[in-house]
């Protein structure tokens, strides 16, 4: 009979980086011309990324949150560089094991 466990699970701030692969589609007269289009600040950027490949997730941080301090962070208005969705009940945005695996 296998022991189950019985610690009671902790909520955690895993802060990571998305990773993608980004192709373009440039014409232009030489290859160093072609990457200052690509660099082009976003405002300035004149052409849409021609293929993606999503590489992976680079964990950047991770550190022990309170409910209290999740709540309050989920619901938070006054930091608009963080995008999320403060809509959704919070508990549908914690990621969790499926099926103890």
């Known amino acids: 009979m296998s022991k189950k466990n019985t610690t009671t699970p902790k909520l955690f701030i895993v802060e990571t980086l998305h990773t993608f692969r980004m192709r373009y589609l440039v014409e232009s007269e030489t290859a160093e011309e072609a990457e ?15 293929q993606q490949k999503y590489v992976g997730d680079t964990i950047l941080t991770s550190e022990p949150i309170s409910r209290k301090e999740a709540e309050e962070m989920h619901t938070e208005k006054n930091d608009s560089s963080w995008v999320g969705s403060p809509w959704m009940p919070l508990d549908s945005m914690i990621r969790r094991l499926k099926n103890g695996v």
């Open 36 to 50: 200052k289009i690509v660099d082009m600040p976003p405002a300035d950027q004149i052409i849409e990324e021609w």
